[in-house]
């Protein structure tokens, strides 16, 4: 399964990082809290947060990511967003609650 195909089943919205629709995910991860995220998340993973700042850019790159989706309606900061489309990790947005999400996108990656 590849980011696009979670864009369309979860009706995602698409903020930026256009060119990584591609990329394999092979997983998730949901936490708002960098630093957990840079021990804990793994290559491949798609990770929910409501956090909308650079930082969460530079921690995905880290991390290689697949995407980032952004939760209960949040809206990137426009150097969110220059770092996503630098690096061409998506970033996506979602008006549902991280719950909700997190339940959907689970059943999603582990339906294959």
Same mark, same amino acid.
């Given at each position: 399964?590849?980011?696009?195909?979670?864009?369309?089943?979860?009706?995602?919205?698409?903020?930026?990082?256009?060119?990584?629709?591609?990329? /394999?995910?092979?997983?998730?991860?949901?936490?708002?809290?960098?630093?957990? %995220?840079? !021990?804990?998340? *793994? $290559?491949?993973?798609?990770?929910?947060?409501?956090?909308?700042?650079?930082?969460?850019?530079?921690?995905?790159?880290?991390?290689?990511?697949?995407?980032?989706?952004?939760?209960?309606?949040?809206?990137?900061? /426009?150097?969110?967003?220059?770092?996503?489309?630098?690096?061409?990790?998506? %970033?996506? !947005?979602?008006? *549902? $609650?991280?719950?909700?999400?997190?339940?959907?996108?689970?059943?999603?990656?582990?339906?294959?």
């Amino acid at each position: 399964m590849v980011v696009e195909d979670i864009v369309k089943a979860l009706k995602l919205n698409v903020f930026g990082g256009n060119e990584g629709l591609l990329r /394999e995910v092979t997983g998730g991860y949901v936490s708002d809290l960098l630093s957990d %995220v840079m !021990g804990n998340a *793994l $290559e491949g993973d798609i990770w929910a947060t409501l956090q909308t700042h650079k930082n969460v850019m530079a921690v995905a790159s880290l991390k290689d990511v697949a995407a980032v989706i952004l939760v209960k309606g949040l809206k990137p900061d /426009e150097d969110m967003l220059a770092q996503a489309n630098e690096e061409g990790i998506p %970033v996506l !947005g979602s008006d *549902l $609650e991280t719950f909700e999400l997190a339940g959907r996108l689970y059943a999603l990656i582990n339906k294959e």
